[in-house]
């Protein structure tokens, strides 16, 4: 059976699950869409409650649905115009899976580099620091009244890592920073201050939280005064501040290295 109408119930929820942030809260359901990305969120263990593809998707991606078909719980045929109703892109691809929101815990007894995102709004930023975070093997994320980290744009944007990462999600940075120090993790606001140390002189400890604010304010001065550490990062052009995920990037990088064994590591670059 092919489902052909826009307006057939269970498309008018996923396309909800994809345009509101309310109906994905509620639901605890979000969207994936993309061959690639739905075939990463099924090998990741995330739970594939409804499938849908095209018959041109199923000729074009066999790899990727390979797994897919078989875990999926409910699988759905649809046509080229039902797909565009769902989709969040101008062209897609005619994959999308209804997946249970299942947040990874975050076990601060761990040693190594945890990411605090304070009030980051852009979906870009966001994901492309989520990616940053496994690529450096960040122990944990604390989303602190950031967008949608199941948006679509969002899950785009951390290629699958979103899948793996354990993340939590907070209203407010203060109970974030709370239970951060309470586990003993030492704190780093970036943040352009005159008391501010400065980048790569500084000695992270061993548990360590590094702690990037909004895009156009940065962090909130309470915030920046409850961290044990202000860090900035030395810039020696004439560009007076960093985009949010460039400088967190480099802080993430810096704290990391800073941990790791002298001979771990490695260089991975990708499109």
Known sequence: MVISSREN?????AAALVSDKK??????????????????ACKSGAEVLRLFVTEEAEKKYPEYLKS??????????????????????????????????????????KNGVYVLLSNLQDPGNIGT????????DVRGVFLCGCADCYSPKVLR????????????????????????HEAGVSTYASALAENALLLPEVKF????????????????????????????????????SLNAASAAAIMIYSAAMNSLPRGEGGICVSK
């Open 68 to 109: 897919l078909l078989s875990e999926a719980k409910e699988v759905y045929n649809i046509t080229c115009s039902v797909a565009e109703k769902i989709s969040d892109t101008k062209t897609p691809q005619g994959v999308f899976a209804v997946c249970r929101i299942d947040e990874r815990p975050v076990d601060l007894s």
């Open 157 to 180: 944007g951390t290629m699958g890592c979103i899948f793996r990462l354990p993340i939590k999600v907070f209203s407010e940075t203060a109970e974030a920073l709370s239970l951060l």
């Open 205 to 240: 400890s061993e548990k360590s939280c590094v702690l990037i604010g909004n895009e156009g304010n940065g962090l909130e001065h309470g915030v920046i005064e409850a961290c044990e550490h202000v860090v900035m990062i030395p810039m020696p052009g004439k560009a007076e």
């Open 129 to 136: 620091i989520l990616r940053t975070c496994e690529a450096m």
């Open 23 to 40: 109906a994905r809260k509620q639901s605890g359901l979000f969207v994936v869409e993309g061959a690639r990305l739905c075939s990463e």
């Open 9 to 13: 119930p269970i498309i008018k929820e």
